[in-house]
Nanobody
């Protein structure tokens, strides 16, 4: 069982920046961030393969968001720059502790078997 502890999030003006972090209680093989806006499905934002460092970004965040990891701390970060009102959502950290799943698509929800509680990000003036 892997516990995920998220931190960060909050209220920011359009064009501003926020950073999210997610610490895992045990080794994971892939970690990612998803988001869910009211009335919409949960969607991938960014993900990273722990071993290879391969990353995936949704088209809507490419060039603005950066996912990174700290292996020693089992922690993944999401740096969000040039935020837009449409980035407003609950952001969920996700992870898999199954090495087999590390070969599955990073953007697939089925790749992940552990989820955080979610943290609200609101972009508004």
């Amino acid at each position: 069982q892997v516990q995920l502890e998220e931190s960060g999030g909050g209220l920011v003006q359009p064009g501003g920046s926020l950073s999210l972090s997610c610490a895992a209680s045990a080794r994971t093989y892939v970690m990612g961030w998803f988001r869910q806006a009211p009335g919409k499905e949960r969607q991938i934002v960014a993900a990273i393969n722990w071993s290879s460092g391969t990353t995936y970004y949704a088209d809507s965040v490419k060039g603005r968001f950066t996912i990174s990891r700290d292996n020693a701390k089992n922690t993944v970060y999401l740096q969000m720059n040039r935020l837009k009102p449409e980035d407003t959502a609950v952001y969920y950290c996700a992870a898999s502790g199954d090495p087999v799943r590390s070969r599955w698509p990073l953007q697939g929800r089925g790749t992940y078997d552990y989820w955080g509680q979610g943290t609200q990000v609101t972009v508004s003036s």
